[in-house]
């Protein structure tokens, strides 16, 4: 099934019906530019308990090795749900306007990361 | 010759289903189409084949599940009439538009309200720009017959598209007729093994059903709906009707053409109601009239062209209608029949006779009525008033 991605199709190559021969290919529409708030991650005060992985709709929050380590700002529309979620003692996330967050910690990227809270 | 046996329409449609083996069917009850799942759940009980039965919660369900399972890569099937119908008329634009050749029996009857349980087109009708394609049936032999054929038109690659074969209410679904039924492997060996395009349970092959189009790519997939339709459907309905044709010596054409050939005055009309209008037919023609009809079997697509070459030399042709669409000058049918005659070299007269709802039954001196009317249209080339209801009491 013809699929190119360089051009936009006409009628006589798009795949019938609507169907993308492919799977997920959902991932390189990048959604983080929807965001009015950017979740910080207070890495000294998160416990990994991944509630809030559990919860997000876009599947943008990141563990490695079972560890939270950030947001997949690609994908993040800043619903604030983690934030919401994660446990009254701990609130580790914190929602931050985009524009202060961009000045703060930068660009979007993959992942971004919250220093610890200076001591 | 076939088996030879005495089935009701929705026993008819069963048969058919058990003989055609779908994976999947998916369905909730309304009269008068009930019993056809009925029927067919105890062939499931009994081990007679082995499809997935799966008994929603409603007609919206139904479908839903039977577009899901059609993705993944299934054969189905299922059946419904009218509030069912409506019920599940949002899914019938996704099944028609994600291309699956899903079979729907609709066993037509009157949509409410009044709330009627009785034969008319209303439902159909409700759902004629969905994007299926319509088939109607005017006797138990047919409804089993288009079925089968059913499988083969949708699943063609160049047509792609659910069917909705209709047979009506009670009339049809619930009398007993003789009819004869091929054996299990002639029908096995029509609709062959299924190849479904791109099904979803083929991991080696990842595809996405059901993705949003925005503004750059909706209409562009939609082009693609009316290709399949005007360009391929009508070809495929008659070739396949030919193959039919040559395995059970019933051939299946768009429409029927009953003494048209030198006719003047023509009628229009789908469904078990032919019958009367045929019955009309030969008792004028044997009065010296050159009277003919026209019993419409692919309502969608909208055969315009054919129709238009076996009708265009008639003087007058009423079209009958058993819907009504409120607020046009005439019926569903009749103004897809207006349309193709439109631009025939003196075209004959056209005018719209609503019939038979809810049931109100139609019988020879009904058509013999439309017949004087023509006769009237014809002489005066007057096609006022150009919607009339026949049979309704002032």
């Given amino acids: ?82 934030a919401a979620v994660c446990p009254p003692k701990i609130t580790a996330i914190s929602m931050v306007e985009e524009g202060e967050a961009s000045r703060q910690f930068g660009d979007l990227g993959v992942v971004t990361l919250a220093e610890k809270a200076a001591a | 010759m076939g088996t030879i046996v005495g089935f009701m329409g929705n026993q008819a449609v069963a048969e058919a289903m058990r003989q055609i083996h779908p994976d999947v069917c998916a369905a909730y009850p309304i009269t008068p189409s009930t019993q056809v799942m009925e029927i067919y759940s105890q062939f499931v009980a009994d081990g007679k084949v082995s499809t997935e039965l799966v008994p929603v919660e409603s007609e919206h369900s139904a479908i839903s599940a039977c577009v899901g399972a059609a993705a993944a890569g299934a054969r189905v099937m299922t059946a419904t009439s009218a509030q069912g119908l409506a019920l599940m008329h949002e899914i019938l634009y996704i099944a028609a538009s994600m291309r699956l050749p899903i079979i729907l029996a609709n066993v037509n009857r009157a949509l409410s309200g009044p709330i009627n349980i009785h034969v008319d087109h209303s439902d159909s ?94 209409i562009e997939h939609k082009r693609q709906q ?44 789908m469904s078990s109601a032919a019958g009367a209008v045929k019955e009309s037919v030969d008792a004028l023609r044997s009065d010296g009239v050159r009277a003919g009809a026209l019993r419409l079997r692919a309502f969608r697509p909208f055969p315009a062209r054919e129709m238009a070459r076996v009708l265009g030399q008639l ?32 075209r004959p007269q056209v005018v719209s006779f609503i019939f038979g709802l809810g049931g109100r039954d139609f019988v020879p001196e009904d058509a013999e009525r439309v017949y004087d009317r023509l006769r009237t249209v014809a002489a005066t080339s007057q096609t006022e008033p150009m919607c009339e209801y026949l049979s309704v009491r002032a």
């Fill in chain 2, 125 to 218: 009708m409700g759902s004629r720009d969905a994007g299926w394609i319509q088939l109607y049936s005017e006797n138990a032999q047919e409804a089993y017959d288009n079925l089968i054929q059913a499988v083969r038109i949708s699943e063609h690659s160049d047509v792609l598209t659910p069917v909705m074969v209709c047979l009506d209410g009670f009339t049809i679904s619930h009398s007993i007729e003789r009819m004869e039924i091929l054996s299990d492997r002639e029908v096995q060996a029509f609709v062959g093994t299924y190849k479904p395009r791109s099904p979803l349970l083929d991991l080696d092959h990842p595809v996405t059903y059901g993705a949003l189009d925005l503004q750059d790519y909706y």
């Fill in chain 2, 226 to 269: 009316r290709e399949a339709l005007d360009r391929h459907a009508l070809r495929v309905i008659r070739e396949v009707g030919a193959e039919f044709g040559a395995l059970s010596g019933r051939h299946y054409d768009v429409f029927e053409a009953y003494r048209l050939d030198d006719a003047e005055l023509g009628v229009v009309v």
């Fill in chain 2, 315 to 346: 003087r007058a042709v009423a079209v009958l209608d058993r819907a009504d669409a409120f607020g046009t000058p005439g019926g569903p049918l009749f103004a897809d029949v207006r349309t193709a005659l439109f631009d025939v070299p003196n």
């Fill in chain 1, 1 to 82: 099934m013809g699929w190119d991605e360089s051009r936009k199709m006409g009628w006589h190559d798009l795949p019938a019906g609507g169907l993308i021969p492919l799977a997920g290919n959902a991932e390189k529409y990048k959604t983080g530019g929807w965001r009015t708030f950017r979740p910080i991650l207070d890495l000294g005060r998160c416990t990994d308990c991944a509630i809030c992985w559990f919860y997000c709709p876009d599947s943008a929050i990141v563990f490695r090795d079972e560890e939270m380590v950030g947001f997949d700002l690609d994908h993040c529309k800043g619903c604030g749900i983690c």
